[in-house]
């Protein structure tokens, strides 16, 4: 698929910070990206460079190919919908709508048909006469969105767009926002420090952190596949240790011997291994000492319903593993167990 | 919180001593007799003295031309120099931007007064057929430091203002004198127009730099009421005194209901 | 019109005005200072005359060396520091009563405080001579009571100067402190009785420390204004009371000394140079 937004190598410092550190990334016609990250990592000064109310200090971003570098925010073909959502107070509804398309010149009919169509597409056509006081947050946010479509943008930059709206409506807002965009066929990008919203919606996903893409991907991949542990420490739990290549499929470690189904780099070398801790199993304790198994005491379980999260010591590490509660014999504290996991689920980060 | 009542008290206090004093002129002023102090008898004849004095009307006249100009020009150049302090982030000599926009608040209106002259009357020399000093003038110096009034407020008022706004509008294609005049100014509104009332009232409360920088022909109504007050009390002057703070409370309680109707309608 | 125009347009504004209206009478009035006293229109010697530089410090000495004039600007100080005191101690009870009322009556209270303001000075001072001169309603109703004989002498003192001063830039004193004892969480005062101290001991040892950049501000836009104050000290003072104000606006209007008048007013802006700056940065550059 052709690429809408291509961003190469672009670089921002904020006086001695480094917001973006030569980001390189191309963003497809038809899919919704979110870029998730810590707060400072870089990710909202990436969508407001992309809208041009960030200059960059090198690199460039095209989009359609067009290099959009000395172009102002008013010249490029995207919008922004803001995490304040910033609609102008002493504006109508209709009005806000109105606003981006009279800047292209439209007026009379041909105005109010597209106000129309854009309100209508969030269900807010019968409040456009209210202003932007007299709405409730989950009303604004629909407001702020048919203002940046009724522009019909190449691409929509959403900056948290989640972020202001209770538990409840985020969870709706969340889903209408994956429909809209297969509806309307054009890229999202939102900015989201939550990776549960961020695997929800997205079909891709960049993770962030000081300025520096760690790794792209479909969530699912970035989930059972992080490249490092930045991007595993994200994305839930995982048991990791340090340890070094002993041959062509195993590690030595804090946890023994690890054999690994991945490939993994030259013996002698550094790496760390991570299993997520619901591919752990636990049974009665067993003396043979195999590879991908350790044995310890239970230290602490914590109860969460349908799951439970048992923590295992084992010399000076504690073994975090996730059960489902009613599968198998219950555990309880203190009791000796051996901990195993197929290999399979083992991942090679880089040290 | 413990209800400390010597606070209450303390706050009572100050606030009469704050308008007592305003009460009595106001009281003295519908005294019948011309010794001021001996009370014989309610009259609103003074006020129909005062209404009849050529020379005050004259000079209240000449006051409120003077406000509504000069208060109009703060505005205008107030409001340019807020908005740079507030939005333009760390320019050229920012802070000497800063000093001059900020500074004729707070330096005494006898250098003000002084200095503004000395330029006028250097002007004056330097450039032919330049008028005189009169109204003009008085309106500059006027404006030269309630500016910094407005340009502060101004400013309060931007700080306090969601920056996202101008970005949303450049974003929708608005370009900036686009933005500044549909979306900033509008949103600055109640700034100016405190401004606006906080320049107008300064104006109408000067009589050193207007004594300055005003020609023989213009006298303004506070350097007539001081010039009549270093004769003394009079009661005619008691009945423009009542009058003057009739009217300011008129003003500051439109302006306050305005204020409210605006904010009730926010929420 | 793109961004950069945008911006430059919009600066050049208020810099042309300020060059004209703030720097250059400045720099006239340094000028001035430096020329002679001369019969004519204007009342001054030109600085460069037929070629040759024509500059004197003899103003400067003047002020210097009369001490008339250097005690005028220590007794300007003098009042208005003693004015500033009595504003802190008068203000700050009512900035915290207001800071502790309850909510909604809060703005009531401060329009209550900031209306007199709007009133013009001249007319409130005007006021204040009404109610304390010889004749006027305070002795008027102590004559009446019997508590005095003679008319008390309260106005043309310094006393009623310091006095015209509070009640004039009593605001000033007071919305600075409010702001800033508003802003002040009340669970610290809370806590500190909670771990023993006394209310007093609380104040003394949490608000007060806590409110001191409010009462600093409020100080100085008492402060500043006082020492140049000519208005109040020409209505209430008495001839005794010499303040600076006063003292320029004689030279400059019965004796028509320009120079020194300008030499005056340069030494007085030295004066204020340093609680005008402290200004600029409290007002000026916090956001």
């Known amino acids: ?351 | 919180m413990r209800r400390i009542p010597w606070l209450g008290l303390a706050l009572a206090a100050g606030l009469a001593f704050l308008y007592v004093p305003l009460a009595a002129v106001i009281v003295y002023s519908f005294n019948a007799s011309r010794l001021v102090t001996v009370w014989t008898g309610f009259s609103t004849a003074w006020y129909g003295e005062l209404l009849n004095d050529r020379q005050i009307m004259a000079a209240a006249n000449t006051s409120l031309v003077v406000g509504v100009l000069s208060a109009t020009l703060a505005v205008i150049v107030g409001a340019a120099a807020g908005y740079c302090l507030a939005r333009f982030g760390a320019f050229r000599a920012r802070w000497l931007f800063a000093t001059a926009t900020i500074a004729p608040l707070v330096v005494p209106e006898v250098i003000t007064g002084l200095s503004l002259l000395l330029l006028f009357v250097a002007a004056e020399s330097a450039v032919p057929f330049l008028p005189g000093r009169g109204l003009a003038t008085i309106v500059i110096a006027h404006a030269s430091f309630s500016m910094a009034t407005v340009a502060l407020i101004v400013r309060a008022r931007l700080a306090g203002m969601d920056r996202e706004i101008e970005d949303a509008a450049s974003d929708l294609g608005a370009r900036p004198f686009t933005v500044f005049f549909r979306i900033t100014l509008p949103m600055m509104a109640p700034a100016l127009a405190a401004g606006w009332l906080l320049a107008f009232v300064l104006s109408l409360d000067d009589v050193v730099i207007a004594s300055f920088v005003a020609g023989p022909q213009s006298t303004t109504l506070p350097m007539v009421i001081y010039s009549s007050i270093r004769l003394g009390v009079s009661p005619k002057i008691n009945a423009l005194a009542a009058l003057l703070v009739a009217a300011t409370a008129l003003l500051l309680g439109c302006a306050a209901l305005a204020g409210r109707n605006r904010l009730s309608g926010r929420r | 019109m793109s961004a950069a125009r945008f911006r430059k347009t919009l600066l050049a504004v208020p810099w042309v005005w300020a060059a004209l209206l703030f720097f250059l009478p400045l720099a006239i009035v340094v000028k001035i200072s430096l020329a002679e006293t001369a019969v004519g229109v204007p009342p001054y010697t030109a600085l460069i005359d037929h070629g040759a530089l024509r500059a004197t410090l003899a103003n400067y000495r003047d002020v210097f060396a009369d001490s008339f004039y250097a005690g005028a600007y220590v007794s300007s100080v003098k009042i208005a520091g003693l004015a500033t005191i009595l504003a802190v101690l008068a203000g700050y009870p009512m900035a915290y009563a207001i800071a502790r009322a309850p909510e909604r009556r809060r703005g009531l209270l401060l329009l209550l405080v900031t209306l007199p303001f709007w009133t013009s000075l001249l007319i409130r001072i005007y006021a204040w001579i009404g109610l304390l001169r010889p004749g006027g309603v305070i002795n008027a109703v102590l004559e009446s009571v019997g508590l005095i004989d003679t008319p008390l002498q309260m106005i043309n003192t310094t006393a009623a100067v310091c006095f015209g001063m509070v009640y004039a830039y009593l605001p000033f004193m007071v919305l600075p402190l409010y702001a800033r004892l508003e802003r002040l969480d009340p669970a610290l005062v809370e806590a500190a009785g909670d771990l023993g101290a006394t209310p007093w001991r609380a104040f003394l040892s949490v608000t007060l420390p806590l409110s001191l950049p409010g009462v600093m501000a409020g100080a100085l836009l008492v402060f500043i204004p006082c020492v140049g104050e000519f208005v109040i000290p020409d209505l209430l003072g008495g001839p005794d009371t010499v303040m600076i104000g006063k003292v320029l606006w004689s030279e400059f209007f019965s004796s028509r000394d320009w120079p020194l008048s300008a030499a005056l007013t340069v030494v007085m802006m030295a004066v204020l140079v340093i609680p005008v700056l402290a200004v600029q940065r409290t007002l000026g550059e916090e956001p």
């Open chain 1, 1 to 351: 698929m052709p690429a809408v937004i291509r961003i190469e190598g672009l670089t921002k410092r904020f006086g001695d910070v480094i917001a973006l550190d030569a980001v390189s990334l191309d963003v497809a016609e038809n899919e919704f990206l979110a870029l998730l990250g810590p707060s400072g990592c870089g990710k909202t000064t990436l969508l407001r460079a992309i809208a041009g109310l960030e200059t960059p200090d090198a690199g460039q971003i095209l989009i359609d190919a067009v290099n959009q570098n000395g172009r102002a925010p008013y010249q490029r073909p995207v919008n922004m919908m803001f995490q304040s959502y910033a609609l102008f107070p002493h504006m109508t509804v209709a009005d806000n709508v109105a606003f981006g398309l009279r800047q292209d010149g439209l007026k009379g009919a041909a105005l109010t048909d597209r106000v129309r169509e854009a309100l209508a597409r969030v269900e807010m056509e019968a409040l456009g006469t209210r202003k932007p006081q007299q709405l409730s947050g989950g009303q604004k946010q629909r407001v702020a969105l048919a203002r940046c479509l009724a522009k019909r943008p190449r691409a929509l930059l959403l900056d948290e767009p989640l972020a202001a709206l209770d538990k409840h409506l985020r969870e709706r807002t969340q889903l209408e926002l994956m429909t809209l965009r297969e509806k309307l066929g054009i890229a999202f990008i939102v900015v989201t420090h939550d990776q549960d919203e961020a695997m929800g919606m997205a079909t891709r996903v960049a993770v962030m952190d000081r300025g520096r893409i760690l790794q792209t991907g479909a969530p699912r991949d970035l989930y059972d596949r992080p490249l490092n542990r930045a991007v595993a420490g994200f994305f839930g739990h995982m048991n990791i240790w340090d340890g070094a290549v002993t041959g062509t499929d195993s590690v030595a470690c804090a946890a023994g011997t690890v054999r690994v189904a991945d490939p993994l780099p030259r013996e002698g070398a550094m790496v760390a291994v991570a299993v997520r801790p619901e591919q752990i199993t636990l049974r009665g304790p067993e003396n043979d000492v195999g590879s991908n198994q350790i044995t310890g005491v239970i230290a602490e379980v914590v109860y969460g319903g349908t799951v439970s999260t048992y923590f295992v010591r084992h010399g000076e590490h504690r073994l975090r593993v996730v059960r489902q509660n009613g599968a198998g014999a219950a555990f309880r504290r203190g009791d000796t167990v051996t901990a195993s996991w197929p290999a399979a689920a083992v991942r090679v980060l880089a040290p």
